[in-house]
């Protein structure tokens, strides 16, 4: 090969290895010779800048959560399971830090309830949080009335062709679904022992088609809130 062939090759790999198609075995013996090619690194370095300046003009794009679970499993980060087995991939310590803050929580969101005088006596309560620990619902049970009012406090605008559906998740066996979320800010959900059984780990609340999960054995969508019941009375 001539020099000026040798010099093409050494574009094209230094391209390909800014841009992340240059991979596996072929990678790591290029970052073998970048470290003694003071050329070869410059070659780099101006690939950055014609890419960088490029990306500029290019929106911002957000990953989808499947992109994101996909890298988690191939880095053996994440265990392929059921969406709703989140709970169970979590840190004991996680879980009770988890639970201790969701009592102190809920116990500063009844004060406020509660100064409500037509709002009928709750018995337990859960604020279910997002990935970033912000609450966006409030779940209050009336065990008297064998009502549950889910309210939202802040969610993110859905799709069209999309709902919010509740779940109980037990400890062992499959989520149980406490109803689909729609139709206002506030809803009212009869209440079962689905939903306080004392087997209840957590509720949940997953991302779904139209009219609910397909499927009868739990989400098909991503787990987008969380959070446990707290006994208040």
């Keep these: 090969m001539n020099l000026r062939g040798k010099q093409l090759l050494r574009d094209r790999l ?36 014609r890419l960088g300046a490029m990306a500029e003009f290019v ?17 053996g980060l994440r265990r392929k399971a059921p969406s709703w087995q989140f709970w169970r991939h979590g840190s ?4 009770r830090t ?16 509660m100064q409500d005088r037509r709002e009928p006596a709750v018995s337990d309560i859960a604020t279910l949080t997002d990935e970033q620990a912000r609450t966006a619902l409030l779940v209050l049970a009336d065990r008297d ?17 999309k709902v919010l559906q509740l779940w109980a998740v037990p400890r062992q066996g499959n989520p ?26 957590l509720l949940a609340v997953s991302l779904e088609p139209a009219g609910g999960s397909p499927n009868p054995d739990g989400p098909t969508g ?3 809130y969380k959070g446990g019941w707290v006994r208040v009375m």
């Design 145 to 161: 009335r064998q009502r549950l009012s889910v309210r939202l406090v802040e969610t993110q605008p859905l799709a069209p062709g």
């Design 176 to 201: 149980r679904s406490l109803g689909v979320l729609e139709g206002g800010r506030e809803l009212s959900l009869p209440l079962t022992r689905q939903a306080l059984g004392a087997d209840v780990a």
């Design 14 to 49: 230094a391209a390909g290895y800014v841009l992340g198609t240059l991979r596996g075995h072929a990678r790591r013996r290029f970052e073998g010779y970048l470290h003694d090619d003071a050329a070869l690194r410059r070659t780099v370095a101006e690939w950055n800048t």
């Design 59 to 75: 929106p911002a794009a957000t990953p989808r959560m499947q992109v994101w679970r996909a890298i988690e499993t191939r880095l």
């Design 98 to 113: 988890l639970g201790v803050s969701s009592s102190m929580l809920a116990a500063l969101l009844l004060v406020a309830v």
């Design 92 to 95: 004991l310590g996680y879980w």
């Design 222 to 224: 991503p787990i987008l």
